[in-house]
Protein backbone atom coordinates (compact mmCIF):
# COMPACT_ATOMS: atom_id res chain seq x y z
CA UNK A 1 0.00 0.00 0.00
CA UNK A 2 2.48 2.58 1.00
CA UNK A 3 4.74 1.97 -1.99
CA UNK A 4 1.40 3.17 -3.99
CA UNK A 5 1.80 6.51 -2.07
CA UNK A 6 4.99 6.95 -3.48
CA UNK A 7 5.54 8.71 -6.76
CA UNK A 8 8.58 8.72 -8.83
CA UNK A 9 9.49 12.19 -9.15
CA UNK A 10 8.44 15.27 -6.35
CA UNK A 11 9.08 18.77 -8.26
CA UNK A 12 7.31 22.27 -6.95
CA UNK A 13 5.68 23.46 -10.03
CA UNK A 14 4.74 21.62 -13.47
CA UNK A 15 7.41 23.78 -15.15
CA UNK A 16 10.51 22.08 -13.53
CA UNK A 17 9.41 18.99 -15.07
CA UNK A 18 12.19 17.86 -17.87
CA UNK A 19 9.90 17.05 -20.93
CA UNK A 20 13.30 15.67 -22.19
CA UNK A 21 13.90 13.34 -19.48
CA UNK A 22 10.51 12.23 -19.73
CA UNK A 23 11.30 11.05 -23.26
CA UNK A 24 14.67 9.70 -22.14
CA UNK A 25 12.46 7.47 -19.48
CA UNK A 26 10.39 6.23 -22.57
CA UNK A 27 7.07 8.32 -22.04
CA UNK A 28 5.03 9.48 -24.59
CA UNK A 29 2.07 10.51 -22.90
CA UNK A 30 1.18 12.67 -19.78
CA UNK A 31 -1.89 12.46 -17.69
CA UNK A 32 -2.58 16.17 -16.08
CA UNK A 33 -4.61 16.61 -13.32
CA UNK A 34 -6.56 19.99 -13.36
CA UNK A 35 -6.92 21.24 -10.20
CA UNK A 36 -3.90 23.13 -8.24
CA UNK A 37 -1.49 21.39 -11.10
CA UNK A 38 -2.04 23.17 -13.83
CA UNK A 39 -5.24 25.54 -12.54
CA UNK A 40 -5.51 27.30 -9.37
CA UNK A 41 -8.62 25.43 -7.84
CA UNK A 42 -10.48 28.92 -8.09
CA UNK A 43 -9.39 29.90 -10.88
CA UNK A 44 -10.10 29.36 -13.89
CA UNK A 45 -6.92 31.30 -15.61
CA UNK A 46 -3.86 28.93 -16.54
CA UNK A 47 -0.49 30.59 -16.07
CA UNK A 48 1.31 31.78 -18.91
CA UNK A 49 4.05 29.97 -18.20
CA UNK A 50 2.20 26.23 -17.59
CA UNK A 51 0.37 27.09 -20.69
CA UNK A 52 4.02 27.62 -22.57
CA UNK A 53 5.05 24.55 -20.97
CA UNK A 54 2.42 22.33 -21.70
CA UNK A 55 2.52 23.73 -25.95
CA UNK A 56 6.45 23.01 -25.77
CA UNK A 57 5.10 19.20 -24.24
CA UNK A 58 2.63 18.92 -27.30
CA UNK A 59 5.67 20.10 -29.76
CA UNK A 60 7.60 17.83 -28.53
CA UNK A 61 5.74 14.81 -29.40
CA UNK A 62 4.26 13.98 -25.82
CA UNK A 63 0.50 13.04 -26.16
CA UNK A 64 -1.26 15.00 -23.35
CA UNK A 65 -4.74 13.98 -21.40
CA UNK A 66 -6.43 15.40 -18.27
CA UNK A 67 -8.18 13.39 -15.42
CA UNK A 68 -10.32 15.29 -13.27
CA UNK A 69 -12.41 14.92 -10.63
CA UNK A 70 -14.20 18.12 -11.27
CA UNK A 71 -17.21 18.69 -13.18
CA UNK A 72 -17.48 18.49 -16.98
CA UNK A 73 -17.77 21.92 -17.98
CA UNK A 74 -14.68 22.93 -16.55
CA UNK A 75 -12.27 20.00 -17.62
CA UNK A 76 -13.97 20.41 -20.99
CA UNK A 77 -13.55 24.06 -21.36
CA UNK A 78 -9.72 23.97 -20.61
CA UNK A 79 -8.71 20.58 -22.38
CA UNK A 80 -10.73 22.11 -25.85
CA UNK A 81 -8.46 24.88 -25.97
CA UNK A 82 -4.98 22.06 -26.59
CA UNK A 83 -7.40 20.00 -28.01
CA UNK A 84 -6.43 16.91 -26.00
CA UNK A 85 -8.63 13.92 -24.80
CA UNK A 86 -10.38 14.01 -20.74
CA UNK A 87 -12.29 12.59 -18.23
CA UNK A 88 -14.16 14.50 -15.65
CA UNK A 89 -15.95 13.24 -12.47
CA UNK A 90 -13.29 10.79 -12.78
CA UNK A 91 -13.32 9.97 -8.95
CA UNK A 92 -9.51 9.16 -8.76
CA UNK A 93 -8.18 7.00 -7.77
CA UNK A 94 -10.53 4.94 -9.27
CA UNK A 95 -9.15 3.52 -13.06
CA UNK A 96 -11.69 4.16 -15.50
CA UNK A 97 -10.49 7.94 -16.00
CA UNK A 98 -7.04 7.00 -16.50
CA UNK A 99 -7.68 4.05 -18.50
CA UNK A 100 -10.46 5.68 -20.80
CA UNK A 101 -8.05 9.02 -21.24
CA UNK A 102 -4.76 6.64 -22.16
CA UNK A 103 -6.98 4.79 -24.65
CA UNK A 104 -7.73 7.67 -26.41
CA UNK A 105 -4.04 8.68 -26.68
CA UNK A 106 -2.89 5.45 -27.97
CA UNK A 107 -1.03 4.54 -25.36
CA UNK A 108 -0.56 1.83 -22.56
CA UNK A 109 -0.27 2.87 -18.95
CA UNK A 110 3.79 2.49 -18.75
CA UNK A 111 4.44 4.68 -21.68
CA UNK A 112 2.46 7.62 -19.42
CA UNK A 113 3.72 10.09 -16.66
CA UNK A 114 0.39 10.76 -14.12
CA UNK A 115 1.28 14.66 -13.16
CA UNK A 116 -1.51 15.58 -9.45
CA UNK A 117 -0.81 17.40 -6.25
CA UNK A 118 -2.71 14.71 -4.54
CA UNK A 119 -1.22 11.47 -3.26
CA UNK A 120 -4.14 9.74 -2.50
CA UNK A 121 -5.93 10.47 -5.89
CA UNK A 122 -3.53 10.97 -8.37
CA UNK A 123 -0.43 9.25 -7.25
CA UNK A 124 -2.14 6.72 -6.18
CA UNK A 125 -4.23 6.53 -8.95
CA UNK A 126 -1.16 6.23 -11.42
CA UNK A 127 0.95 3.80 -9.69
CA UNK A 128 -1.99 1.35 -9.66
CA UNK A 129 -1.86 1.23 -12.82
CA UNK A 130 1.68 1.43 -13.47
CA UNK A 131 2.00 4.78 -14.57
CA UNK A 132 5.03 7.37 -13.93
CA UNK A 133 3.60 9.05 -11.52
CA UNK A 134 4.67 13.01 -10.57
CA UNK A 135 3.76 14.99 -7.84
CA UNK A 136 3.34 18.52 -7.80
CA UNK A 137 3.15 21.27 -5.18
CA UNK A 138 -0.60 22.80 -5.56
CA UNK A 139 -0.86 25.78 -6.83
CA UNK A 140 -3.29 27.45 -4.18
CA UNK A 141 -3.99 26.64 -1.00
CA UNK A 142 -7.29 27.52 -1.41
CA UNK A 143 -9.47 24.04 -2.45
CA UNK A 144 -12.76 22.21 -2.11
CA UNK A 145 -13.56 21.33 1.43
CA UNK A 146 -13.30 17.38 1.12
CA UNK A 147 -9.89 18.10 0.12
CA UNK A 148 -8.67 19.42 2.91
CA UNK A 149 -9.53 16.29 4.68
CA UNK A 150 -7.41 14.24 2.58
CA UNK A 151 -4.64 16.59 2.61
CA UNK A 152 -4.69 15.74 6.58
CA UNK A 153 -4.28 12.21 5.67
CA UNK A 154 -1.49 13.10 3.01
CA UNK A 155 0.66 14.68 5.50
CA UNK A 156 0.10 11.59 7.98
CA UNK A 157 1.35 9.23 4.84
CA UNK A 158 4.27 11.68 4.25
CA UNK A 159 5.60 11.41 7.18
CA UNK A 160 5.53 7.58 7.14
CA UNK A 161 6.91 7.43 3.87
CA UNK A 162 9.81 9.91 5.19
CA UNK A 163 10.41 7.85 8.25
CA UNK A 164 10.78 5.13 5.79
CA UNK A 165 13.16 6.97 3.32
CA UNK A 166 10.88 5.85 0.66
CA UNK A 167 10.79 9.70 -0.25
MG1 LIG B 1 -5.62 18.50 -7.98
Given amino acids: MLQLLCPRLMV ?24 NTILPWDSAEICPEAAIWLHRALDSGLKAGLVSNNRQRRVAEFASQFAIPFAARAFKPASRGFQQVIAEMNLTPDQIAVVGDQLFTDILG ?23 VTRQLEKLAVRVLQSKKMI
Fill in 12 to 35: NSLLEIDITLLRQQGIDGIVLDLD
Fill in 126 to 148: GNRLGCWTIWVKPLSAREFIGTK
